[in-house]
């Protein structure tokens, strides 16, 4: 998925106002303007559109990490240069603190049902033998799974459509 595609959805599904996107760089001792948040969420057709880089979007990524989880001692951790689906995965993962159980569950909201064992190879190191890519269609549903979870109210079990 797409850098960008991701920070629009994350800023959604957390009801982040473009100050708290700042913020949460700025915990990652990175500085960015109001402008060019605005850039990066923009849709990709619109003239003022920015791609976020992959070094940007894992440093937004830290931030989240250390806003909600804390600053962990030591030195902090650099952002990647090249980031894939598993990485972005992990971050979100780990900022979240959820557990795999959780993350199921946060699946099948949206219609995806994976095994623990499946789940557990996205989170693997990419030299493991059980490492598995995680698709675009994977992310795509964990980040639906989790607005369905933080942005919306079922008001039935059986919603139109």
Known sequence: MKTNDCLRRIRYILDLSDNEVIAIFGQAEQKVSKPQVIAWLKKDDDPDYEECSDTMFATFLNGLIIQRRGRKDGPQPRPEEILNNNIIFRKLKIALNLQAEEILSILSLA??????????????????????????????NFLTGLQIKYRETPTSPLSPG
């Open 111 to 140: 219609d995806l049902n994976v095994s623990k064992h499946e789940l557990s190879a996205f989170f693997r190191r990419i030299d493991h033998k059980h490492y598995r890519d995680c698709e675009d269609q994977i992310l795509r």
